[in-house]
T-cell receptor, first 113, second 117 residues
Framework: KQEVTQIPAALSVPEGENLVLNCSFT??????LQWFRQDPGKGLTSLLL?????REQTSGRLNASLDKSSGRSTLYIAASQPGDSATYLC????????????FGKGTTLSVSS | GAVVSQHPSRVICKSGTSVKIECRSL??????MFWYRQFPKKSLMLMAT?????????EQGVEKDKFLINHASLTLSTLTVTSAHPEDSSFYIC?????????????FGQGTRLTVV
């Protein structure tokens, strides 16, 4: 059974710092992996999608990497800003295109000004 | 990215009544939608897979008679919480995947905060 773990559970940093959020999964046979952002009481916003054949994806200050063989992904946030404060969720799609995502518990990030 | 719209965003209902939540894919068709439930400080837990034109597939432990799912068109799935009780109070969120060849990306609705009093 696929399990997704995110470390750390919470992180507080001052504005301007670069930071890394970690995600690990137990079964390397994934279709793809997505990183999401969730603000309190809100839905999920897709940040980055990495296909199983890809090693990384970049969008603005965000960079996500994928090492499928070791079951790991990282989300790198450069030059953090207070507006980055949110919960970041990692999710894997096992096996096939039509299957549901399996989520980690998330990392709650707080960036202070 | 694609847009998934969920309505209502918040609902308060009396114990024993039913509540319907709508999930629409606005700019793409989705043969499959997913319904999740999120408890405070917990991850999203898959409740059921909604299939257009056929019965939904429920995860173990989810009561199909309590959480009725209808996927009547390629852009609309509904979740009805029947005979709601306070323990059904939670954050419910739907998802639809946009599939283009080998590219599949999931998009989520805004979520619905259900409070049963």
């Amino acid at each position: 059974k696929q399990e997704v773990t995110q470390i750390p559970a919470a992180l507080s940093v001052p504005e301007g710092e670069n930071l890394v959020l970690n995600c690990s999964f137990t079964d390397s046979a994934i279709y793809n992996l997505q990183w999401f952002r969730q603000d309190p009481g809100k839905g999920l916003t897709s940040l980055l999608l990495i296909q199983s054949s890809q090693r990384e994806q970049t969008s603005g200050r965000l960079n996500a990497s994928l090492d499928k063989s070791s079951g790991r992904s990282t989300l790198y946030i450069a030059a953090s800003q207070p507006g980055d404060s949110a919960t970041y969720l990692c999710a894997v799609r096992p096996g096939q295109a039509g299957t549901a995502l399996i989520f980690g518990k998330g990392t709650t990030l707080s960036v202070s000004s | 990215g694609a847009v998934v719209s969920q309505h209502p965003s918040r609902v308060i209902c009396k114990s024993g009544t039913s509540v319907k939540i709508e999930c629409r894919s606005l700019d793409f068709q989705a043969t499959t939608m997913f319904w999740y439930r999120q408890f405070p400080k917990k991850s999203l837990m898959l409740m059921a897979t909604s299939n257009e034109g056929s019965k939904a597939t429920y995860e173990q432990g989810v009561e199909k008679d309590k959480f009725l799912i209808n996927h009547a068109s390629l852009t609309l799935s509904t979740l009805t919480v029947t005979s709601a009780h306070p323990e059904d109070s939670s954050f419910y969120i739907c998802s639809a995947s946009q599939i283009a060849g080998r590219y599949t990306e999931a998009f989520f609705g805004q979520g619905t905060r259900l409070t049963v009093v």
